[in-house]
Every structure is written in structure tokens, then in C-alpha cells.
């Protein structure tokens, strides 16, 4: 069974209050000290981070387990309603539903990625692309303006992105562009003769191993920033912008 982020994380927090404020349990008597609670907290914070790197637990968690007990403390000791916490749990849950589940943080491709993904799309008339966790739909916009041959597609499932994504698809007024809500594990990727993602490292490996049996001969699989374990790409494509963001291109 997959591991969840969101319970590593979790559990790095509960074990982390188990050592800190144990550890304050026994000093306590035997050295007089008091230990104020917010110092605690943040060695909780503390704790947390470095059990979620032994967990796995991809860079940005690191972050959000530093702060994440000394400011519910604070929220805690001003008063905050409830109905405050639910909203930010729910509007979490809605962007960053594929972080919390799967590992995979929302990254935005920038301009001059989009241009270079143009430069390589293969020149046939009926070109089919697929952005697999198109976020935004920053790429699917941008191509579908430049290749009104091509049918553009992007899958997204997390609820407040695939939203977004779908509205500006919408107010594009682009008829060569189609916002999926749905899962890349059962998105057939048979149908497409390029697939780009952008992703993190932890679904390379079976993300690979599905376009290698699903894409057809002569299609292209274009993986910003990561790449698959153990598999050199064919071709990679360096993008001049501020972080020499590359391309790694898998022809099938």
C-alpha cells in the first residue's frame, strides 16, 4: 500500500510531542526548570522536520512541520472560531489534494517553459496533448493558442485547481482545449502523441512504466524537472530561464 504524506506527517508530529514533552516530563523534577510551552512546541516543530526527512517526506513538509504546532497554539490561546480552521482545512484539501494524497506539490510551469514545450511538439496536423496534473492549465492554454491543429488536453484532480483550470479553459474561448477532471493512474495515455507532466519524484517510476505500455510508437513523454530512477532519457532540453529548468524527453 502507497504511503500517504499527510499521515507521515502525521505521525512524525505525534512522535515528536511523545519525545519533546516526555523528555520535559522526566527533566522537570529532576531540574527544577519549567520548560515554557511555546519553546516545547517549537522543539516539537523541530523534531517533526527531521523524523518527516527520515519518513520521506518531500522538502516543502519540512516547513510546514516546524510551524505547524506553535501556530496552533497561538490560534488556540487567541480564540480562533472553529468554523476558521474548517475553511483552511477544506480550502487546503481542495488546492493541495494531490500533496496531501500523493506526494505531488502543485508546480507551475513558467512562460518560457510553455515556449520551449511549443518548439517541441511534433509537426502533424491532429497533434493530441495531455497535461497530466495541469494545475492551472497554464501549459494546455498557452499551446493550444500557438497550435490551433492540435487538441489539447489536462487532467487534474485536485477539486479547486481542476476548477480554475476548467473556468479559464472556458472563458478562453480556445475549441481546441478540453479540462478533464480525473485520476493520471487511470488516464489512458494510448490516445496521446505527447504527454507532459510536472510533477515530483515519487509517481516517475510507475508513471513510466505506464506510457511505456499504453503510448503508441512515435508518441513522446516530456517530464519537467524529474526524472524516471534507472531510465536515462532520450534527450534532455535545458530551458534558459532563472532555474535552468530541464525537459527530459522519453521517445516510445
Not at 500500500?1 to 522537570?28: D, E, K, N, Y
Not at 497554539?73 to 489534494?97: H, R
Not at 500533496?99 to 491532429?126: C, D, F, H, I
Request: glycine share 8%; charged share 15%; aromatic share 10%.
Amino acid at each position: 500500500m502507497p504511503r500517504i504524506p499527510l499521515l507521515s506527517a502525521l505521525a512524525a508530529q505525534l512522535i515528536g510531542a511523545l519525545i519533546v514533552f516526555g523528555c520535559a516530563f522526566l527533566l522537570t523534577p529532576l531540574t527544577g526548570i519549567r520548560f515554557p510551552l511555546m519553546a516545547l512546541l517549537a522543539a516539537q516543530g523541530v523534531v517533526a522536520a527531521l523524523l518527516g526527512k527520515r519518513l520521506r517526506l518531500a522538502p516543502w513538509w519540512v516547513p510546514i512541520q516546524l510551524v505547524a504546532p506553535s501556530a496552533i497554539a497561538v490560534a488556540y490561546l487567541w480564540q480562533i472560531p472553529a468554523w476558521v480552521f474548517l475553511l483552511a482545512f477544506i480550502g487546503f484539501v481542495l488546492v493541495f489534494w494531490n500533496s496531501a494524497r500523493g506526494g505531488v506539490p502543485l508546480y507551475l510551469s513558467n512562460n518560457k517553459t510553455k515556449a520551449a514545450l511549443a518548439t517541441l511538439l511534433p509537426e502533424k496536423a491532429g497533434l493530441r496533448f495531455v497535461d497530466l496534473g495541469t494545475g492551472l492549465g497554464g501549459p494546455v492554454l498557452a499551446l493550444a493558442e500557438s497550435r490551433p491543429d492540435g487538441h489539447f488536453t489536462g487532467i487534474e484532480s485536485a477539486p479547486a485547481l481542476f476548477l480554475v483550470s476548467r473556468i479559464r479553459g472556458a472563458i478562453s474561448g480556445l475549441s481546441n482545449i478540453q479540462i478533464r477532471y480525473g485520476d493520471i493512474k487511470t488516464t489512458d495515455l494510448g490516445s496521446y502523441d505527447v504527454v507532459y507532466c510536472f510533477l515530483s519524484p515519487v509517481p516517475m517510476e510507475d508513471l513510466y512504466a505506464k506510457a511505456k505500455r499504453e503510448m503508441k510508437p512515435g508518441s513522446l513523454l516530456i517530464s519537467n524537472t524529474f526524472e524516471v530512477p534507472e531510465v536515462p532519457a532520450d534527450e534532455t532540453f535545458e530551458v534558459d530561464d532563472g532555474r535552468r529548468t530541464r525537459l527530459y524527453l522519453w521517445r516510445f
